[in-house]
C-alpha cells in the first residue's frame, strides 16, 4: 500500500513518512456464472475467473512497512496462539457476514517469520481463516530486507519465504504474493526476481502464487506476456491517488488497459477510497473522484468476473495516530469478543457489486437437482445455514434449501452452491473414502467442494475432483431424509442426477 493519500485532510502520523510521500510522487511521475439453462454438461469458459476472491485487507495501523514485526490491528504481540485464533475468528464472523468475505491478504516480512514465537501466535489468525474454508494470501512486505522497492537482502528474503511456503504449501486455501510492490526494479529486472521465486521456492504451487504487476503493481501487461508466469496469478492495485482526477469512464478505461489481457488470473489486492466521509457510492452521477474511481473498479472487476481485496478492512480511530479514513469497518469490542461496524453502507454495496452481488443484473439462475432412481431433490437437512449441515433427498417442495447455483470452478468443474446458505455442497473432511458424507460448507478453494457433471444420457453424475467419486444416494433408498455421500462411480440410477431451472 502506498500510504499518502492526496487531500485526505486528516494526520498520518509518523508512520507514514516521506518514504511514503515519495513512492506517491514517483508513482504520479511513472503515470505523468450462470450456467445456460437446459445445457446438462456445461463447457467451461474459455478464460477463468478470480471472482472467487472476496476479501479484505488485514493490515497494521498505519501501514506494513516496518522494520519490526508485523502485528495487525487487534491483535498485541503478547497474544498467544489461541488469543490470535479467537480474535481472527471474531473479525472474519463479522466479515463474513456483513459483505460475504471469504479471503483476508495479512502481511508477512522477515523480522515476522524469524521471531518464532509471535510467528507462532500470528500463524493463529492463518489457521482461523483456512479452517473455516477463507482464502488467505500471504504478500511480503518491505521491512529493511528490501528497501525502495527492491530486495536489498535475498539471503533474508528466500529464508523468510522458505519458512512460510515449507509450512504452507501443501494448503490449498493459501495463496503467496512474493513482494508487494516492486516499484524499485525496471519491468526486465522484477520479472527476473520473480521468476527466480518460483523456481526456488518450490513448494508454492505457480496456481497459488500471485505475481505483482510492474510499478506499484499498478501495471499488468509485461508480467502478463512473459510465459514464466503463465501458470500464476496476478496481483494488481489501482488507487485514484496514483493518477489524479479522471472521469467515471477514463478510469474504467485506464483500468482495463493496465490488466492487460490477464484480467482473468488477476486479482485487485489493493483498491480502496474513503469510507468514513459519507461520500456516496451509489451515485452514478457524482462527480467526486474517489466515487468514480470506485465505481469504475468495481465495474471492471465485475465484467472480468474478478476478485478482490479491498485496502484495508481495519483503521483505527479518527483523529489517532495512523488512522486511516480508508477502512471498511470500524472497530469495537475488547479481548477476544471484537466486533465489526460498516463505515460507508454504500461503498460496501459497491464493492460487493464488483465481486458480482447487486441486483442491477439477474441474479444466478438457480436449479433443483433430482435423482433418477426416486425423483426426489437434493435438500440441505433440517434445514439451517450451519457448516457442516448434512445435504440428503427429500420430496421438492419449491424451498430455498433445495435449489442450488452452478459456480465455474475451472477445468469443467463446478461448486455447487446452496441457494438458501450460500454455502457449497462439500465431501465433509475431503475424505476420498467410500461413505463419505455430503454436507454443506462455506466455499473455499478445495477440490473436495469441486464436481465434474458427466453425461449419461439425459442424465449426469457428480464426480468429486479429489476423490474422483460420485454423488450418490445410499442403497437406492427412496425415503426422504436419506443423507447423500460419495461412492465409487457405477451405473446405477441412484447416482445419476437432472436439474431443472426454478
Not at 521468476?195 to 499498478?218: D, M
Not at 438457480?366 to 437434493?378: L, Q, T, W
Request: with cysteine; hydrophobic share 35%; glycine share 10%.
Amino acid at each position: 500500500m502506498t500510504s499518502i493519500r492526496a487531500s485526505d485532510g486528516h494526520s498520518s502520523g509518523p508512520s507514514r513518512t516521506t518514504r511514503s510521500l515519495r513512492r506517491l510522487l514517483t508513482a504520479l511521475a511513472v503515470t505523468a456464472f450462470a450456467a445456460a439453462a437446459g445445457v446438462v454438461v456445461p463447457a467451461p469458459p474459455a478464460d477463468a475467473a478470480t471472482n472467487q476472491f472476496r476479501g479484505m485487507n488485514w493490515a497494521v495501523l498505519g501501514d506494513n512497512f516496518s522494520t519490526g514485526t508485523l502485528v495487525v490491528q487487534g491483535l498485541s504481540q503478547s497474544d498467544s496462539y489461541a488469543t490470535v485464533r479467537a480474535k481472527a475468528n471474531a473479525l472474519y464472523d463479522d466479515m463474513s457476514t456483513t459483505m460475504g468475505v471469504n479471503t483476508v491478504r495479512l502481511p508477512v516480512n522477515t523480522h515476522t517469520v524469524a521471531n518464532t514465537t509471535w510467528w507462532n501466535a500470528y500463524r493463529g489468525a492463518i489457521d482461523a481463516a483456512t479452517d473455516r474454508g477463507f482464502k488467505v494470501i500471504l504478500a511480503y512486505w518491505e521491512d529493511g530486507a528490501a528497501s525502495g522497492g527492491r530486495i536489498t537482502n535475498l539471503a533474508a528474503w528466500n529464508t523468510m519465504w522458505s519458512s512460510v511456503t515449507n509450512t504452507y504449501g501443501s494448503n490449498g486455501n493459501v495463496y503467496f504474493e512474493p513482494m508487494n510492490e516492486p516499484h524499485g526494479y525496471s519491468s526486465a529486472d522484477w520479472r527476473n526476481v520473480a521468476a527466480n521465486w518460483l523456481a526456488y521456492h518450490t513448494s508454492a504451487v505457480p496456481g497459488r502464487v500471485l505475481i505483482g504487476g510492474t510499478g506499484f503493481s499498478q501495471d499488468l501487461r509485461d508480467v502478463c506476456n512473459d510465459s514464466r508466469f503463465n501458470s500464476t496469478l496476478l496481483s494488481f492495485h489501482h488507487y485514484a491517488f496514483f493518477y489524479g482526477s479522471m472521469t467515471y469512464d477514463a478510469f474504467r478505461s485506464h483500468i482495463q488497459t493496465r490488466l492487460g489481457n490477464c484480467a482473468s488470473r488477476a486479482v485487485a489486492t489493493e483498491f480502496g477510497a474513503p469510507m468514513s466521509t459519507g461520500l456516496n457510492y451509489g451515485d452514478a452521477n457524482s462527480t467526486d473522484n474517489f466515487v468514480r474511481h470506485i465505481r469504475a473498479m468495481a465495474q471492471v472487476m465485475r465484467d472480468n468476473r474478478m476478485g478482490g481485496t479491498y485496502w484495508p478492512a481495519l483503521g483505527g480511530k479518527p483523529g489517532t495516530i495512523g488512522y486511516d479514513w480508508y477502512s471498511m469497518y470500524s472497530l469495537s469490542g475488547s479481548g477476544t469478543d471484537l466486533n465489526l461496524t460498516i463505515r460507508n453502507t454504500s461503498g460496501a454495496e459497491r464493492i460487493k457489486y464488483g465481486w458480482g452481488d447487486g441486483s442491477t443484473t439477474p441474479p444466478p439462475t438457480s436449479y433443483r437437482i433430482d435423482v433418477r432412481h426416486s425423483g426426489k431433490a437434493m435438500d440441505v437437512q433440517q434445514p439451517n445455514t450451519d457448516n457442516g449441515a448434512r445435504v440428503g433427498q427429500y420430496a421438492y417442495g419449491g424451498n430455498a434449501w433445495q435449489q442450488w447455483q452452478f459456480e465455474d470452478a475451472g477445468s469443467g468443474y463446478w461448486r455447487i452452491v446452496s441457494r438458501h446458505s450460500g454455502k457449497c455442497l462439500d465431501v465433509v473432511s475431503a475424505s476420498t473414502a467410500d461413505g463419505a458424507e455430503l454436507v454443506q460448507y462455506t466455499c473455499g478453494s478445495g477440490t473436495n467442494q469441486q464436481f465434474q457433471m458427466v453425461a449419461n444420457g439425459s442424465y449426469f453424475q457428480l464426480r468429486a475432483r479429489h476423490s474422483g467419486k460420485c454423488v450418490d444416494v445410499p442403497a437406492a433408498s427412496t425415503a426422504d431424509g436419506v443423507v447423500l455421500k460419495q461412492y465409487t462411480c457405477n451405473t446405477g440410477a441412484n447416482q445419476q442426477w437432472s436439474r431443472t431451472a426454478v
